[in-house]
């Protein structure tokens, strides 16, 4: 499993990014698949705690059965402009996926909720997942081109350009 741990040991850089450009927007896009293979899109919040990358859901939501039926997810933070005659202030349009896996553990999800600031025993019938990575994704602008980074497990950091 490569959880956001490995993710910011072999590119700490770009880790720290793509976690600002996550961070910059409390609501992220959630993509997961129906019971026939159709995607479903779903807003949801997502959190880096300790080293993983955390988000979850209501009790028996649609987007945590997807999940539990297929962990297969691409997350997506939106993107985000902070000044209109600069795009390239932007920290850039970030994009994880992989497997979730679901965290039953009490003691895993009260640490998590803890670090949050939150009532351990807070949200106890809801869903609880990490994301386990197989891929991300940053896209930015600089200038007049598009900058973009890949990261895989056991890959070095990638970067295309396209003008």
């Given at each position: 499993?490569?959880?956001?741990?490995?993710?910011?040991?072999?590119?700490?850089?770009?880790?720290?990014?793509?976690?600002?450009?996550?961070?910059?927007?409390?609501?992220?896009?959630?993509?997961?698949?129906?019971?026939?293979?159709?995607?479903?899109?779903?807003?949801?919040?997502?959190?880096?705690?300790?080293?993983?990358?955390?988000?979850?859901?209501?009790?028996?939501?649609?987007k945590a059965r997807?999940?539990?039926?297929?962990?297969?997810?691409?997350?997506?933070?939106?993107?985000?402009?902070?000044?209109?005659?600069?795009?390239?202030?932007?920290?850039?349009?970030?994009?994880?996926?992989?497997?979730?896996?679901?965290?039953?553990?009490?003691?895993?999800?009260?640490?998590?909720?803890?670090?949050?600031?939150?009532?351990?025993?807070?949200?106890?019938?809801?869903?609880?997942?990490?994301?386990?990575?197989?891929?991300?994704?940053?896209?930015?602008?600089?200038?007049?081109?598009?900058?973009?980074?890949?990261?895989?497990?056991?890959?070095?950091?990638?970067?295309?350009?396209?003008?």
């Amino acid at each position: 499993m490569a959880g956001w741990r490995e993710v910011a040991a072999s590119a700490p850089e770009f880790a720290a990014r793509v976690r600002g450009a996550f961070e910059a927007h409390k609501h992220k896009t959630l993509a997961t698949l129906r019971k026939d293979g159709s995607p479903r899109v779903s807003g949801i919040e997502a959190y880096f705690v300790g080293d993983d990358l955390w988000f979850g859901s209501m009790p028996g939501a649609l987007k945590a059965r997807d999940l539990q039926r297929d962990p297969r997810f691409a997350l997506h933070g939106p993107p985000v402009i902070l000044s209109a005659e600069d795009p390239a202030t932007a920290p850039g349009d970030a994009k994880v996926s992989g497997r979730a896996v679901e965290v039953s553990d009490p003691e895993r999800r009260a640490a998590m909720l803890t670090a949050r600031g939150l009532a351990p025993d807070s949200f106890s019938e809801s869903h609880f997942f990490v994301a386990d990575i197989d891929e991300v994704v940053l896209t930015r602008i600089e200038g007049t081109t598009m900058v973009m980074e890949l990261w895989r497990p056991g890959q070095a950091l990638r970067t295309f350009r396209r003008t």
